[in-house]
């Protein structure tokens, strides 16, 4: 029913991916004292050992659910850009609540926290999307200056009044052992939280396609103007799509959390929310996408980083080869998007 | 005939591999030096393929274009147009932030010597173009404030900016208001003067017999022939048009000449009105983005067709945004089956089974980046689910139906935006009318449907009638209200200049109306 054609999409984000490596295997030479032991870090570094491989899919499940939550916002034919602070604010939300029921069981333990930080991204994010709907604010402005100014506060509550002062991390205490994810991948962080996300993306999918607020959601999306014709409800869907792309940003907070970090760190989330605008893109808003995107994303992330612990690589040239597999999926997007204008 | 054409295309073949539909078969198809060539079929028989390949915008799978004997390949638009053709569309592409001044210099800004845009001299130019072809306009008008006229002739003065030889008009009736359709010939007439060559798409018989020097014919991804102007005659051209396969078409009753119009509207059975179904009194309308209105008021029965005319920019789209809930009016009331129902939402004037099909079918009536399906659905698709799930087969079923029922040529699952123009319209009817509505407003019906397609609307107007539903046509085509409504509302200048029974009057006597003299009966 909607427009996404896999075959070509999978086709054209293959085609970038080489492009990405041709222009890794070319520029090697010249950055690199010992370009093969880089180059063989950089493919083969994620898939060495179980450490690395889990971590791998470790960072791809948070990827997967940052992406969701800007495929839901950009079906919905809104920008969300304030990820950044969800993440945050979802991660320090679950932490707290963790923090203060350290009786209680583990199962419900883990839904109230989980249940903290999706309220808390969503409230944040579904805050932009509600001053749209009342003065018709810009939701890319306002989402992005929320964030910034959640940022900030969180760094410095990590930093001053939540600081656990055992630890030498600018961090948070950490959460009690009950509350954490099973690991599913000894000695890595991948844990049942990625079942779950996988889980997710099912979800997402069926909401999307197959229930009828999903429809309004996407209608409304593509033409505001046709879905407030055939008598859409059409502002609450300036509300309803910033809410649950906030909701899943809060939730990959959450997860981090539990499956991760265990307390929220300064920084911890290194770009999750800038990360997912880009895998959306690369995943032209489909549910489906999202997790090749993520694998893709994060393996030439994840590949670089290797390729810096064990050679002279830098770590600029990983950021340039994200922007170049970026820049050519989206390329294609505009291409695209600009071919349907005309025809 | 003289011995070499301007544009050449020999043996153009496209395939669009979407649906696998074959637009163009082999094509051949010559267009001289300095004529008016006039490019008429049915809808989806390939004529806006062919001049999109011709144009640039499409690659054709095989086949030749030749210009002055030069085989040209046209990757893009801008390419086709250094080569001096250029085309206006029927949906036009126009940046609606800009000004109209804006729009004609797009990509060809005159510069000063410091690399600014020279807007006194822009402002020179483009004023000298519309003086010399008659094609006057407010520069700085913002475009989003245009008509869709205003922006296709605002096109067409960008293309004439950028220096086109070969010109291209979609569907260039709605070019011209009906006031003055002679300023549409005369427009033409100055463009071939100057040395012009243009090439008309239409389906409309008349325009092309009368304006053009000569006729091609496409039918069915092919062209059947070229003819002179002067060798064919209105039946002829139709019967070239539709072929003999379409048993309803033939004979004259399908052609729409004042004469079969009169005819048809003298044959409408004498129904006596019913019951008064919606009602406006002294609805006035002041604001800024649309032309005003003042104490216009009118009753609509049912079993009854009302027709609202007039030229544009003389208060119909002001009253189509009015009855429809898009805007509120600023004083008056409106009252169906004798309920106000003034400033009621869209949601609620569509609870109460009130159809609408928009003149802005493509932004307001349908979402080209959605399914034929999901456009099917809109008005009900709560009817589709259970407990919020969607029933994909029961959709998929209904809109298969609908679309076989409106002999819609795509399939459920196909992207909108790949449908010919004719079967978008007919989607959008489709729909509107499957709700069994008993008010239907509908705007400019016959607005790029060809013969057989007009001719399915307006036999659906009737047959809506017929049912007891009530249809109130808003429309700036004289011999459409003529043909389909029992009363006319002719509009001036905001205020309804006079009512009439459509069997009292004639066109000119419409079109006396419509420039405001008075009806004196």
């Not at chain 1, 492009?19 to 520029?27: K, P």
């Not at chain 1, 203060?100 to 199962?107: N, Q």
């Not at chain 2, 004529?47 to 095989?62: A, E, F, I, N, R």
């Not at chain 2, 129904?271 to 009118?298: C, M, Q």
Request: proline share 4%.
């Amino acid at each position: 029913m909607h427009s996404t054609r896999p075959a070509s999409t999978f086709l054209s984000i293959g085609v970038a991916i080489l492009a990405a490596l041709l222009l890794l295997a070319a520029m090697v030479p010249f950055i690199s004292e010992t370009p093969l032991n880089t180059l063989r870090q950089f493919l083969t570094g994620p898939f060495s050992n179980r450490f690395y491989f889990g971590n791998y899919l470790n960072r791809t499940g948070l990827y997967i659910l940052a992406g969701l939550a800007m495929v839901i916002s950009f079906q919905g034919g809104m920008f969300n850009l304030g990820g950044e602070g969800q993440v945050y604010g979802g991660a320090l939300a679950t932490t707290l609540v963790l923090l203060m029921v350290p009786r209680f069981g583990a199962l419900p333990g883990i839904l109230l926290g989980t249940a903290a930080g999706i309220f808390t991204g969503a409230v944040m994010s579904g805050l932009s999307g509600f001053f749209k709907m009342k003065w018709n604010t810009d939701e890319l402005i306002s989402s992005f200056l929320l964030s910034s100014s959640i940022v900030y506060t969180i760094d410095y509550l990590v930093s001053g009044p939540l600081r656990d002062t055992q630890r030498f991390l600018l961090s948070t205490p950490e959460i009690a052992e009950q509350f954490r994810f099973p690991v599913l991948l000894n000695p890595s962080h991948l844990n049942a939280g990625f079942l779950v996300t996988l889980l997710l993306v099912v979800l997402a999918q069926r909401f999307l396609y197959h229930t009828s607020a999903g429809y309004e959601l996407r209608i409304t999306g593509l033409n505001r103007e046709f879905a407030k014709y055939g008598g859409i409800p059409v502002r609450r869907y300036y509300l309803i799509p910033m809410a649950l792309s906030g909701a899943f940003y809060g939730l990959t907070g959450s997860f981090y959390i539990m499956g991760t970090g265990y307390a929220t760190i300064q920084g911890c989330t290194f770009g999750m929310g800038w990360n997912g605008i880009a895998i959306a893109l690369i995943a032209r808003t489909s549910p489906w996408l999202v997790p090749p995107a993520a694998l893709v994303f994060a393996f030439l992330e994840y590949g670089a980083e290797t390729a810096i612990m064990h050679s002279d690589f830098s770590s600029e040239f990983g950021t340039i080869l994200q922007a170049v597999v970026l820049f050519f999926v989206t390329a294609r997007f505009v291409k695209l998007r600009t071919k349907k204008g005309e025809l | 005939m003289k011995e070499s054409p301007l544009i050449r295309m020999r043996g153009i073949t496209k395939v669009f591999p979407e649906n696998g539909v074959t637009a163009n078969r082999s094509v051949d198809f010559d267009v001289q030096p300095g004529e008016i060539h006039a490019l008429v079929g049915e809808n989806g028989s390939g004529k806006s393929t062919l001049m999109h390949v011709l144009s640039g915008l499409l690659q054709p799978d095989s086949g030749s274009i030749e210009i002055r004997g030069v085989p040209q390949r046209f990757r893009t638009p801008r390419e086709a147009l250094s080569a001096g053709i250029g085309m206006v569309h029927q949906h036009l592409q126009i940046v609606r932030e800009f000004t109209v001044l804006e729009n004609i210099i797009m990509g060809r800004e005159p510069r000063t010597a410091w690399g600014r845009v020279d807007r006194d001299l822009a402002e020179r130019k483009v004023g000298e173009l519309m003086d010399l072809y008659g094609l006057k306009m407010n520069t700085r008008q913002p475009a989003f404030s245009l008509s869709i006229d205003g922006m296709q002739k605002t096109s067409l003065l960008s293309l004439l900016f950028a220096g086109a030889e070969v010109i291209i008009l979609d569907e260039p009736m709605t070019l011209f208001d009906e006031e003055n359709q002679d300023a549409l010939q005369t427009a033409l007439i100055r463009l071939r003067e100057e040395g012009h060559t243009l090439i008309l798409i239409t389906h409309k018989l008349r325009e092309s017999l009368s304006y053009s020097d000569r006729i091609s014919i496409m039918r069915a991804g092919r062209c059947v022939g070229t003819f002179h102007s002067s060798e064919l005659t209105r039946d002829s051209l139709s019967e070239l048009m539709v072929s003999g396969e379409s048993g309803r078409l033939t004979g004259g009753a399908a052609i729409p000449s004042s004469a079969a119009g009169a005819a048809a509207s003298g044959s409408h059975p004498s129904t006596a009105p019913g019951e008064i179904l919606l009602e406006l009194r002294k609805i006035g309308y002041n604001g800024a983005h649309l032309p005003a209105l003042r104490d216009v008021s009118f009753r609509l029965s049912r079993g009854e067709i009302v027709a609202v005319t007039g030229i544009r920019e003389n208060g119909l789209e002001t009253l189509e945004q009015i009855l429809t809930g898009f805007t509120i009016p600023t004083s008056g009331s409106i009252e169906y089956k004798h309920l106000p129902i003034t400033g009621a939402s869209i949601q609620e004037l569509r609870r109460k089974r009130i159809a609408y099909i928009p003149t802005e079918r493509l932004v307001r009536g349908a979402s080209m980046d959605s399914s034929v399906a999901e456009n099917m659905i809109i008005l009900n698709y709560r009817n589709f689910h259970s407990w919020g799930i969607m029933k994909r087969e029961e959709i998929e079923h209904f809109s298969g139906t609908l679309g076989q029922q409106y002999n819609i040529k795509a399939s459920p699952a196909d992207k909108l935006s790949r449908l010919s123009g004719g079967n978008i319209q007919k989607v959008i009817i489709s729909r509107e009318l499957h709700t069994r509505p008993e008010l239907v407003i509908f705007s400019e019906p016959s607005w790029g449907l060809d013969l057989a397609g007009r001719q399915f609307v307006l036999e659906k107007i009737r047959s809506i009638k017929q049912e007891g539903s009530a249809i109130l046509v808003i429309t700036s085509d004289i011999e459409e209200a003529l043909e389909c409504a029992d009363r006319i509302v002719v509009m001036y200048r905001g205020e309804v200049s006079s009512i009439v029974r459509s069997e009292d009057v004639d066109k000119l006597g419409i079109g006396r109306l419509m420039l405001g003299v008075k009806h004196h009966a």
